[in-house]
């Protein structure tokens, strides 16, 4: 089983804001928030194709993700927006902001589980 290292942030998405608005529990905002975005190099030296299935974990957590290739983020990198499976993700220590860091995470992508 390969295992690999990738920094993660969270942030807001235009998809997300716009499912956001059929509720939470709609099918366009769950399919949106369990979406991870890696660069299209990443995608290819990891043998993956764009919609399988990966599994993310950080110290705090982890969570099962599908892949959608970004137009911007450099290899190493990825990216989920904002919603409960990225929370999973994020640490709760605030450092005294009462926001948790949600840029800069540390995962590992595994490929199978």
Request: with cysteine.
């Given at each position: 089983?390969?295992n690999l290292k ?33 660069s299209k190099d ?62 800069g995470i540390d ?7």
């Open positions: 089983m390969e990738f920094l993660l942030i969270t942030g807001r998405s235009l998809k997300q804001g716009q499912a956001a608005e059929q509720g939470k529990f709609s099918p366009e905002y769950i399919k949106e928030t369990t979406t991870v975005e890696m990443d995608l290819d030296r990891l043998g993956l194709t764009e919609g399988a299935e990966v599994k993310l974990k950080s110290s705090s957590g982890e969570g099962i993700f599908h892949i959608r290739v970004s137009q911007g983020l450099p290899p190493g990198m990825l990216f989920i927006p904002y919603g409960p499976p990225a929370n999973l993700l994020i640490p709760a220590e605030t450092a005294g902001t009462g926001m948790p860091c949600c840029k995962v590992e992508l595994l490929k199978e589980w």
